[in-house]
């Protein structure tokens, strides 16, 4: 079991690794637990190498440890072989973050099959299968905390957003399974943000209308994505450790359930 120390929120000596770390949320995330004291695995896909190198290279001189590893998390090789990887690298996976995600906005009888699931899999069945090439090696040190993001539209629902509103409401309850899966050594947990400043939320991703309204929150604001990045430090951390299969909302007042 990793070295604890009195700080709850340390990851002093721990493994991270965090799915589409190289932009946005899984960026504030990755640099949260690398200054909570963890060795960060920055996953990216293979043309984001650059982005990747600047962000390991951003750790390093805050005085953290960090490495980068492609991998489509689609695709069950490139997640297995990435795992193996980083184990060897940074040592054995202690928090596993999917944060990786796509969206689309298209009406519902517009989309084709192949939109239902280019979304799918990434939003869903990649949370799958990094979950599933992870949870062994947690399973056999008895130690772990699994973090997906998930998103406050998968409780709210949106018309022109069917596949993404689908998937990640599917990550909640993928999360509250797993959870009871595997409790009490490993714990299971889930972040459904509000709207957040990133490139998910930008004209290339959706529409000006649709971005207006995504303010339309008693916070009357996005999120910065490092107030995500502290809600998954929180997950991480020992300080949460009596959370279990939960949902936790950094959203601004968007849902208050
Ligand atoms: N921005 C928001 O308002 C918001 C709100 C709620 C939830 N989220 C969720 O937060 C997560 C991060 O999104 P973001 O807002 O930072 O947007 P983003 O586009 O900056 O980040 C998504 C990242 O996932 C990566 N990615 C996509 N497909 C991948 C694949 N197959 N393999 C590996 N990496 C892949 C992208 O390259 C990108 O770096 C997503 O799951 C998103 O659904 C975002």
Redesign the pocket.
């Known amino acids: 079991m990793p070295q604890q120390n009195n700080n709850p929120f340390s990851l002093t000596g721990r493994t991270a690794l965090v ?8 960026r504030a995330i990755a640099l949260r637990l690398a200054g909570a004291g963890a060795r960060v695995a920055i ?3 293979p043309q ?1 190498a650059e982005a990747a190198m600047d962000l390991v290279a951003e750790i390093a001189a805050a005085g953290g440890k960090a490495a980068q590893f492609a ?4 695709r069950s090789p490139d997640v297995r072989g990435m795992v193996a990887v980083v184990e060897q690298t940074l040592g054995p996976i202690d928090i596993l973050v999917n ?5 689309l906005e298209k009406p519902f009888l517009e989309l084709s099959e192949s939109d239902w699931d280019r979304v799918l899999n ?2 869903l069945r ?1 949370v799958f299968l990094c979950c599933h090439a992870v949870l062994p090696g947690m399973v056999a040190r008895q130690f772990g905390s699994i973090i997906n ?5 998968g409780y709210l629902g949106r018309e022109l957003y069917a596949p ?1 509103c689908t998937a ?1 409401a599917g990550v909640m309850g993928l999360t509250r399974s797993l959870a009871k899966e595997f409790a009490p050594a490993i714990r299971v947990n889930a972040i ?5 400043e ?4 930008s004209t290339e991703a959706m529409s000006p209308e649709w971005i207006a309204k ?1 303010k339309d929150i008693p916070a009357d604001r ?1 999120a910065d ?1 490092d107030e995500i990045g502290l809600t998954a430090l929180f997950l991480a951390s020992n300080a949460s450790r009596f959370y279990y299969g939960q949902t936790l909302g950094p959203n601004g007042g968007s849902v208050m359930p």
């Open positions: 799915t589409g770390a190289t932009s946005g949320i899984g996953n990216h896909l984001q991998a489509d998390v689609t944060n990786a995600g796509v969206i990434v939003d990649a993001i998930a998103s406050d539209l993404y990640k459904a943000p509000g709207p957040v990133t490139a998910m939320l995504e996005f994505p």
